[in-house]
């Protein structure tokens, strides 16, 4: 949440508002109108000025990599949407050791959430892949305990979840060539320049990474 008790991540304008039968408004408060926020807001211009080939929003509370969509549960069709699943599968199997739940948000997260930004950047920002990853979450935690919950406690255990999720972050890179809405060789660029992988090299591909902490 915001400093206003918005949940930014319900801010945006697909299905917007909708309250499922368990709405807790403490934790899903959507605000008083879509792109009500300043940070949702933000990100909006960013991804229409910007028009990147994908999007990662990442946050924590389990393992998982999904796709749209959140508000419903489905999943996209054809060969773009195939393309997606594709990649997300692959990245279970090589850094998550086929762990991680893997599909649209709405059928694999055990709940519809509404609002969301991926969704939202998937079917109105016309990104081609849309990811939201759930990169940590401690399901031993007592429900009490938040920041054991949503983050890694020790050293350790923080540097073995960076290590792994930075490493799928440059994988991703390459593998977006399968999608047959991206040019082969811009698909392995990122924001910064430089090529990645060794799926080709050259162009000028774009990928936007948003953080939420928690849900």
């Known amino acids: 949440k915001n400093g206003r008790g918005v949940d930014t991540n319900r801010n945006w304008a697909v299905d917007w508002g909708v309250k499922e039968a368990d709405f807790d408004p403490y934790e899903e408060y959507p605000g008083k109108a879509p792109f009500s926020e300043p940070e949702a807001r933000m990100l909006r211009s960013l991804v229409e000025e910007f028009k990147p080939h994908a999007w990662v929003n990442v946050h924590s509370g389990m393992e998982a990599m999904f796709m ?21 599968r692959d990245l279970n199997e090589f850094h998550c050791g086929a762990r991680c739940t893997v599909g649209g948000g709405g059928k694999g997260v055990g709940y519809l959430a509404h609002g969301t930004a991926t969704d939202w950047v998937y079917e109105k920002g016309a990104v081609p892949v849309a990811f939201t990853w759930e990169i940590y979450g401690d399901t031993q935690a007592h429900y009490m305990d938040c920041f054991r919950m949503f983050n890694p406690v020790g050293e350790d255990s923080h540097d073995a979840v960076v290590r792994e999720w930075v490493a799928a972050g440059v994988s991703v890179l390459p593998m977006l060539a399968r999608h047959p809405d991206l040019p082969t060789a811009s698909a392995v660029r990122g924001i910064g320049g430089g090529s990645g992988g060794s799926g080709g090299s050259g162009g000028s591909g774009s990928v936007v990474v948003e953080r939420d902490d928690g849900e």
């Open 68 to 88: 749209p969509y959140d508000h419903k549960a489905s999943e996209p069709r054809g060969e773009g949407a195939e393309a997606m699943r594709s990649i997300l």
